[in-house]
């Protein structure tokens, strides 16, 4: 158990509807980060938050969304759902910000939660 | 920008063989490499991680990797393989481009594992 826990596991719902996917991240790391699983994409980095704030985009579409609220968890929004967005969505979190090596909260390793599947019909 | 390649789509190891998944990479500066695993229907699961120091580093279920800097490479080895291992096996890279860690991950390997 990585500690990140995501909700829902499954999710499915219908072409151009909005979906929101929770991610609650491990006890004291402040980044979470999203990707996205496809099964012709690979691993697709979507977004990563920090303490609250955006801190990188990967290859997000402008119809998805995301924050990270005060107590860290965070959320993704979907919206206007097409076919080809049905795939795994996990949730990451880990350390802080890229310091130094050797200082606190620097080595970049992630802590996956275990994904919402989201179908879209 | 920094990347990992993973020059295999699947690998086929009978049990009780060791194996190996390949990983090279491109940085700029000092590389900070990681393997994960990912079994059906679950989320990825870190392994191993190479920061700096030995250049075998050993990781999670008797998983070890090779940092070469010469070649450029991080290659997932393991001396024995267990059917237990069939996964999806994915390299990354730190990447920490506008001051905030990320990483980078490789299209992954597909570990089969024949009894």
């Known amino acids: 158990d990585s500690g990140v826990t995501q909700t829902p596991k499954h999710l499915i719902t219908a072409t151009g509807q909005r979906v929101t996917l929770r991610c609650s991240p491990r006890?004291?790391?402040?980044?979470v980060y999203w990707y996205q699983q496809s099964l012709d994409q690979g691993l697709q980095f979507l977004i990563q938050y920090y303490n609250g704030e955006e801190r990188a985009k990967g290859n997000i579409l402008e119809r998805f969304s995301a924050q990270q609220f005060p107590d860290l968890h965070s959320e993704l929004n979907l919206s206007s759902l097409e076919l080809g967005d049905s795939a795994l969505y996990f949730c990451?979190?880990?350390?802080?910000?890229?310091?130094?090596?050797?200082?606190?909260?620097?080595?970049?390793?992630?802590?996956f939660g275990p994904g919402t599947r989201l179908t879209v019909l | 920008a920094q990347s990992v390649a993973q020059p295999e789509d699947q690998v086929n190891v009978a049990e009780g063989n060791p194996l190996t998944v390949k990983c090279t990479y491109s940085v700029s500066g000092n590389p900070y490499l990681f393997w994960y695993v990912q079994y059906p229907n679950r989320g990825l699961q870190f392994l191993l991680k190479y920061i700096t120091g030995d250049n075998l580093v050993k990781g999670s279920y008797g998983f070890e990797a090779e940092f070469n800097k010469s070649q450029t490479s991080f290659h997932l080895k393991k001396p024995s393989a267990l059917v237990s291992d069939s996964a999806l096996y994915f390299c990354?890279?730190?990447?920490?481009?506008?001051?905030?860690?990320?990483?980078?991950f490789g299209a992954g390997t597909r570990l089969a594992v024949h009894p």
């Open positions: 006890s004291g790391d402040l980044s």
């Open positions: 990354a890279v730190r990447d920490i481009t506008g001051g905030y860690n990320k990483l980078i």
């Open positions: 990451a979190s880990g350390d802080s910000t890229g310091r130094l090596p050797g200082t606190s909260g620097s080595l970049g390793e992630q802590f």
